[in-house]
């Protein structure tokens, strides 16, 4: 992920802050370079594999993260069915593992032909497992941009309802026609955040009645790229008995390949990857995608870790902040493990050692620390948490969310602080005046590239809780078996574990009120 804008925030002093100018805790001192280092090198050591769900890896790193919790004096704080409290929030994910004969048959009244999955297509989203079978005729709709307000409404005249939509990809550069149109800040949206893009699609596919969402390829790929493509597409996950989690995909998503890009326009009017420039919008003549899909599902039994430092308050000690980071990662390719230390086995070293000195600390709040399963799933054990809390949510003021805070990037002193002025902007104010008074971070607020859905602050935010992530955002390592320890800056990771202390602390004792304001 790449900056393309720095906000640089001003703080403001809030009355309701106590002590002194500029100065720190005491309790601040037992977060150390040390521990911090020692947590993040047992949990990204080869020894646990690259902690996947399911494995004895991460089954280890929740041990590990047990015995951290324990001896720092926290209390377990899941009710267990048979009515103990354990440190092991229980849960199942379902792995979904496509069938290798699932296809795609295009049946025009010339002739009908079958594709293969992978070997032609990939399935970027599935909203519905259930659902086997969708067919129906096709519309090309262009980018599916519909900027009405700009004069630009590539569904216009064109009734998809029951229909697949056809549309370029995302990564394309908008062509002069679009560009001319649309103002600079709304062309970003378009261009420099394919993930936004991509959902903006969806959504606009969903809201025009189509069934799915298809995307073609304008280029060819290399063999390998495709291959790691599909391979990174392959696999879908979800909590049995819930619906997939609201990431705003609405329809399911389909990539075609080159040569299925052809077949699919070569008996149309046009083929607009052929004849490039200002595309209208058609429906296709006779012609219809029938997409089968079908999976394996098989259960993983994982946890999510709890534990408390209760409050000293007789009635503020029944409101919770919550203080979050997620404890699995990618496991084992090959023979390549994915350590994971930025992501997130900093954000759980963090958690460790802000729990212990809060621990020592005088808190009026309670504070509930949440070490997450499933993340990289798609934020699943954060999702069953929120829909089987310990307490009940109105009684949870905000949630501290840390992922991936090792690895600060070339700006000096800064970090990023995202979301908190989503549900009630007081949140933002709180953290800014702490950084104030306690540190001198340049704090980023920026949401580059939809961060904020993409960490486990996103579920607490669906439930209407105030929320923020902490990161020092993507780096080349991201998601590769090079993101080790050693890379991490544990000087800058110390300061912003202090920082975090600091804001958690003004969140359990201050006198504030986080209700929702209404705002996204
Ligand atoms: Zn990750």
Redesign the pocket.
Known sequence: MKKYLLVLISGLIFTSLTGQENRKSETVQTITIEELRDHIYYLASDELEGRLPGTPGIEKAMEYAVTQFRQAGLIPFHLSSDSRLSYYQDLTVNKYLPHPDNQIKIIRNTGERTFTFEDNYIIGYDNNFEIREIAGGLAFIGYGIREPAYGIDEYKNIDVKGKWVVTLPYTEELPEYIRKKIPQGLLQKYQKSSLARLLNKLQNAFDAGAIGLIEVSTSSYTTDRWKRIALSNRVHYNIPGLSNLDFGEKCPLVKLDSAMTDYLFNQEKYNPVRNKGSYKSFLFENAEFRLKKEYEILPIKTANVVALIEGSDPNLKNEYIALTAHID?LGIDGNEIFNGAD??ASGCASVFEISEALAKSKLRRSVICILFTG??FGLLGSYYFTENPPVTLKNIIADVNIDMIGRPDTVPNEFSSVGADRINPKLKEIINAVNKKTSDFILDTVNHNNDFMRGDQYTFHLKRIPSVMFTSLEHDDY?TPADDPEKIDYEFLQKSCQLIYEIILELANGDINLIDQGFN
């Open positions: 990662h992501d997130d993340e990289e998601h």
